[in-house]
């Protein structure tokens, strides 16, 4: 069984940065691939950001391309998101997940595990 927890978020103002962190347990962990998806209220959840575990291959949302950028520690089995010149319509919680198999990164079905999820807040 694979646990994930995200931390990172908080409250901040427009232009400023966060870097989120979902750190992964499970003695097997070797995921195909880890991904950001984001959801705020009243909207459907997003695709944000993806990595390859094996190759490091990455993937963003129109949205957050060149403000974003999706990192990983394959041995601290640790994601991170670092998030720049944010704005505030990325205000949502953000949820790490992992895709254990091959699929499309950039859809929420390809991946198995979920993290709690993280508020992240950006005030003008």
């Known amino acids: 069984q694979v646990q994930l927890v995200e931390s990172g978020g908080g409250l901040v103002q427009a232009g400023a940065s966060l870097r989120l962190s979902c750190a992964a347990s499970?003695?097997?962990?070797?995921?195909?691939?880890m991904g950001w998806f984001r959801q705020a209220p009243g909207k459907e959840r997003e695709f944000v950001a993806a990595i390859r575990w094996t190759g490091g291959s990455t993937y963003y949302a129109d949205s957050v391309k060149g403000r974003f950028t999706i990192s990983r520690d394959n041995a601290k089995k640790t994601v991170y998101l670092q998030m720049n010149s944010l704005k505030p319509e990325d205000t949502a919680v953000y949820y790490c997940?992992?895709?254990?198999?091959?699929?499309?990164?950039?859809?929420?079905?390809?991946?198995?595990?979920w993290g709690q999820g993280t508020q992240v807040t950006v005030s003008s």
């Open positions: 499970g003695r097997t962990f070797s995921p195909y691939a």
């Open positions: 997940a992992a895709a254990q198999i091959p699929g499309i990164v950039a859809s929420g079905y390809a991946y198995q595990y």
